[in-house]
């Protein structure tokens, strides 16, 4: 579990209540991902013209579902968006996105919380506005770097 944790997407990991600016302005946004645990891979487009798809919307909630209990949630579509910068700002836009964590349910959470003191008894997580999250051959200090002057 430690190992997770060193490789956590550390700045993605809080909430996106203080979401500010990020708006997607017209821009047509797609996302690649594949996720640790279930091995399933997605690729589509979340973003067009600057408003949201609500079909992506639904098939990126089923991806980053509990996948322990196979429980989705509906995700906040702003934290695709901060993701989507990220990368963007660290030209990586167009790689794939390793998910290591995205929604738990409250009991996966209680579960988690009851092995390790570094899961919040109220996490992000379970609010669906959270995503842990590695890229090979992308330094996490280089991510956290550029969530740093994204302000989030």
Do not use: C
Request: charged letters at 20%; zero cysteines.
């Amino acid at each position: 579990m430690a190992g997770i944790a060193s490789l956590a997407f550390g700045f993605l990991a809080v909430s996106v209540a203080s979401f500010g600016s990020a708006g997607a302005q017209g821009e047509t946004r797609t996302i690649s991902m594949v996720h640790r645990h279930t091995g399933e891979q997605i690729m589509l487009t979340f973003r067009r013209g600057g408003a949201y798809d609500q079909q992506a919307l639904q098939r990126l909630n089923w991806f980053l579902r509990d996948w322990r209990r196979d429980e989705p949630t509906n995700m906040d579509p702003r934290l695709f968006d901060v993701v989507w910068e990220a990368y963007r700002g660290a030209d990586a836009s167009n790689q794939v996105i390793n998910v290591v964590s995205a929604y738990r349910s409250p009991e996966t959470n209680a579960m988690l919380r009851s092995r390790s003191r570094a899961v919040a008894k109220y996490s992000q997580h379970m609010l669906g506005k959270a995503m842990d999250t590695t890229m090979p051959g992308l330094p996490m200090s280089h991510i956290r770097e550029i969530g740093m002057r994204m302000q989030r």
